[in-house]
């Protein structure tokens, strides 16, 4: 019987994980997030990875591991989108098959769900199929789903009104660019705004921009990429280059989406300081901090009326 749902902080927990967490503790089951992220976890996950295997999914893995023994069941959706145009990475459509062989020693109890484009899914169908085979009601299940949907709706509003305050600063502006799992992890994204900080700019993110307003910007750009992330990404990037003064597009080795679409996007965002970077799983961050302080000086330069465009 499950009582106690895991939930790994990892991949699509920083973009859904408000309303998975109010979902399930609406209908009384505990939630039990992992830890954040460290070098620990990250090499943990990869000494159960391939080598090919991305860095977010290889962080995943270590958050799955810091689960298991802790609860009776660890959530894994299968995310694929929900319209043609909104697919995921394929990795995420794959994610609790992987996850299950991968610990098929430890024979993880998993608890999943499909977001199956192909079906024209509905969100709120994708919960009652969940909401059922935890057992409880229909009428149980569609209170839980709207009062976790307010719930998530909301977290977002909040960060969306915050970052539009952050415009009206008068310090540096940099938005950073990339996928939520990367940008908001403690030992990936989470370290780079942390160094942008300490150098006293406003670090503003990609997935705070309104995702209806990224979508359709999106089109824009590009009318075939079928990745929906980053479609978001980009989108909202077009929409933010005339308000923030450079953008940080950040990327995690070796992302087969963002090989694709990071270099577009960058002859796209012209006239402003861009830097690309892109995380691996080696430690330490003095040649990032380096390459950052030198894009803050080019910033600097050019405020100061410097040649620099």
Request: glycine share 8%; hydrophobic share 40%.
């Amino acid at each position: 019987m499950i009582q106690t749902i895991g939930i790994p902080r990892g991949l699509m927990v920083y973009r859904e994980g408000v309303l998975w967490k109010n979902f399930f503790e609406e209908l009384g089951f505990q939630c039990v997030f992992s830890p954040k992220s460290d070098r620990r976890i990250l090499e943990n996950g990869t000494g159960r990875a391939i080598d090919e295997t991305c860095l977010p999914f290889k962080m995943y893995l270590g958050h799955v591991m810091e689960l298991i023994g802790k609860c009776d069941a660890v959530f894994v959706p299968r995310m694929g989108g929900y319209l043609s145009k909104e697919k995921m990475c394929t990795r995420y459509e794959a994610l609790p098959d992987l996850v299950r062989n991968i610990f098929r020693e430890e024979q993880v109890k998993l608890l999943t769900v499909s977001y199956d484009w192909y079906d024209k899914t509905k969100e709120e169908r994708v919960y009652q199929e969940l909401g059922a085979e935890l057992g409880k009601t229909k009428k149980e299940v569609k209170k839980a789903y709207a009062h976790a949907r307010k719930k998530q709706d909301a977290w977002l509003k909040g960060k969306e009104k915050a970052q539009t305050q952050i415009l009206e600063s008068k310090k540096v502006k940099i938005l950073i660019a990339g996928h939520p799992y990367v940008l908001h992890d403690a030992y990936m994204g989470g370290e780079l705004a942390r160094i942008l900080e300490k150098m006293d700019a406003d670090v503003l993110y990609t997935d705070h921009v309104n995702r209806d307003s990224a979508l359709k910007r999106s089109y824009e750009f590009s009318r075939v990429m079928p990745w929906l992330i980053n479609r978001e990404m980009a989108g909202a990037a077009m929409l933010m280059k005339n308000r923030v003064d450079g953008i940080m597009i950040v990327s995690a080795y070796p992302c087969g989406p963002d090989a694709l679409v990071n270099d577009m996007l960058m002859r796209r965002l012209k006239g402003l300081p861009v830097l690309s970077l892109t995380l691996d799983a080696q430690s330490g961050t003095a040649g990032t901090e380096t390459r950052i302080e030198s894009f803050m000086d080019i910033i600097k330069y050019q405020k100061a009326g410097g040649y620099g465009t």
